[in-house]
């Protein structure tokens, strides 16, 4: 996400390198090259304008420092302008009605019935509530249907109405139920349109009174740039909503929306979406944002990730396997499962700071992992538990049992055994060891 932006942003920042000063010519020209990036990004032009005039009044206000450069320190305050910008500081749902019902609005196409579900699967996952998904979109083909089976893989239950009800009437009638079966949180999925209609508009502001939600949501693709702001400037003029939701951040290189949206509706963004999994839904944080678009990571996010996928109890004992060297494939392929739950591999890697620019330009997925997943499974489980009785016949035999040959046997095994040693010596730092040599194995 934001590709783009963050490769302008840095070739704008490297107009300052070498400066022993700050300068209202140097500045200027940077931040020239500041504005063509962001305006390039899809973003607002007012907003655009504003965040460089800001920028610039305070550049020329500050005395540069001997141990900072003129850049490092246009950087830092960019950053603070970014994190403003989307903003300020993270921005909570409220839940505390019971039950605390979420109205969810947007146009069609926007992800609005996917994102409902994924919030509903965060909300039952992450905070503990009981929720309830509601299906209004009566109108487009199969729209319950598609909330049913999320609902059901998801083990959330959906209610939808009889036939004859209209999107009001299921509304009102859902929370009834979900009050009368101990729900403490409702999502309402209302319905959408190609465009904005008055039509719909009317409908979803009569939902709105009728149930008088705790939250109501603006739901919109982020890949659709100024449309996306556009939108929801009359979105919330209609309906005074308390938040908004990017879907799709994961595919827009631009970035646009998210650096646009808080600025000309004055309503935080509080979910993103950011890949198709049921856990592809992050609260979104400005200050982690900004740094990630300005290529500085985000650790937070990433050992958050981390921590959601592994369990404390095996952390023990692997690292109880780890001090005593009997670290095995088997945990080797477990561990590989673990990292790959936690998102896109080259989103991950990215949120390590100074990693961004570094593998910007390679291919990296999840599918990296095949090879060595490939060989790990071609093996016995005598031969996962004790690699030391992997001789060249059997490297042979898994060789071509994994469609590999048995150069890249001898290669894993070799690095394998290296990371196992590493790993003793250092195993109260064994997550990053570990993190470090799986990197090196995919070379």
Same mark, same amino acid.
């Given at each position: 996400m934001f590709e783009n932006l963050s490769d302008k942003l840095d070739r704008a920042f490297k107009v300052l390198k070498g400066q022993g000063r700050i300068t209202e010519i140097n500045v200027a020209e940077t931040l020239k090259e500041v504005r063509k990036a962001l305006l390039e990004a899809d973003v607002n032009y007012k907003v655009a304008k504003q965040f460089t005039d800001t920028v610039k009044e305070k550049a020329l206000g500050q005395q540069v420092l001997i141990a900072v450069s003129p850049g490092q320190l246009l950087i830092k305050i960019v950053h603070e302008e970014l994190v403003k910008l989307m903003g300020g500081t993270t921005t909570d749902i409220n839940l505390k009605p019971n039950p605390a019902i979420i109205l969810m609005s947007g146009l069609q196409g926007s992800g609005k019935t996917t994102l409902s579900a994924k919030l509903a699967n965060m909300l039952k996952n992450k905070r503990g509530r009981s929720v309830m998904l509601v299906a209004c979109d009566v109108y487009r083909p199969a729209a319950i249907d598609q909330l049913k089976v999320l609902g059901e893989r998801l083990q959330?239950?959906?209610?939808?109405? +009889?036939?004859?009800?209209?999107?009001?009437?299921?509304?009102?009638?859902?929370? @009834?139920?979900?009050?009368?079966? $101990?729900?403490?949180?409702?999502?309402?999925?209302? =319905?959408?349109? #190609?465009?904005? *209609?008055?039509? /719909?508009?009317?409908?979803?502001?009569?939902?709105?009174?009728?149930?008088?939600?705790?939250?109501?949501? &603006?739901?919109?693709? +982020?890949?659709?740039?100024?449309? =996306?702001?556009?939108? +929801?400037?009359?979105?919330?003029? @209609?309906?005074? &909503?308390?938040?908004? +939701?990017?879907?799709? #951040?994961?595919?827009? =290189?631009?970035? %646009? =929306?998210?650096?646009?949206?808080?600025?000309?509706v004055n309503k935080p963004i509080k979910f993103v979406g950011t890949g198709e999994k049921p856990d592809d839904i992050d609260v979104f944080h400005p200050e982690r944002m900004a740094s990630r678009i300005l290529g500085m990571g985000d650790i937070v996010t990433l050992v958050e990730k981390a921590q959601e996928q592994f369990d404390e109890k095996e952390a023990a004992e692997l690292q109880r396997k780890i001090a005593k060297n009997k670290f095995d494939f088997n945990d080797f392929l477990n561990q590989i499962q673990q990292i790959k739950k936690m998102g896109n591999l080259k989103d991950l890697i990215g949120m390590i700071p100074g990693a961004g620019k570094a593998i910007k330009d390679m291919d990296i997925d999840n599918n990296?992992?095949?090879?060595?997943?490939?060989?790990?499974?071609?093996?016995?489980?005598?031969?996962?538990? *004790?690699?030391?009785?992997?001789?060249?016949? @059997?490297?042979?035999?898994?060789?071509? %049992?994994?469609?590999?040959?048995?150069?890249?046997?001898?290669?894993?095994?070799?690095? &394998?055994?290296? /990371?196992?040693?590493?790993?003793?010596?250092?195993? $109260?730092?064994?997550?990053?060891?570990?993190?470090?040599?799986?990197?090196?194995?995919?070379?």
């Open positions: 959330v239950e959906v209610y939808s109405g +009889a036939e004859n009800q209209n999107p009001v009437e299921i509304a009102q009638h859902a929370v @009834r139920v979900a009050k009368e079966k $101990g729900y403490n949180t409702v999502i309402v999925d209302t =319905a959408g349109r #190609l465009a904005i *209609d008055e039509e /719909m508009m009317q409908e979803i502001e009569r939902i709105k009174k009728a149930i008088n939600p705790a939250e109501t949501l &603006f739901v919109v693709d +982020a890949m659709t740039g100024q449309d =996306a702001v556009n939108t +929801a400037k009359t979105f919330n003029e @209609r309906l005074d &909503f308390d938040g908004v +939701a990017l879907t799709k #951040l994961d595919g827009d =290189a631009r970035g %646009g =929306a998210a650096l646009s949206v808080k600025a000309v990296s992992f095949q090879g060595i997943e490939a060989i790990i499974r071609s093996m016995t489980q005598k031969e996962r538990s *004790d690699p030391s009785v992997l001789n060249a016949s @059997r490297r042979k035999r898994i060789a071509a %049992g994994s469609g590999t040959d048995v150069t890249e046997v001898n290669k894993l095994i070799r690095q &394998f055994e290296e /990371m196992r040693k590493m790993m003793k010596m250092m195993s $109260g730092n064994k997550a990053r060891t570990m993190i470090r040599n799986i990197s090196g194995m995919r070379k």
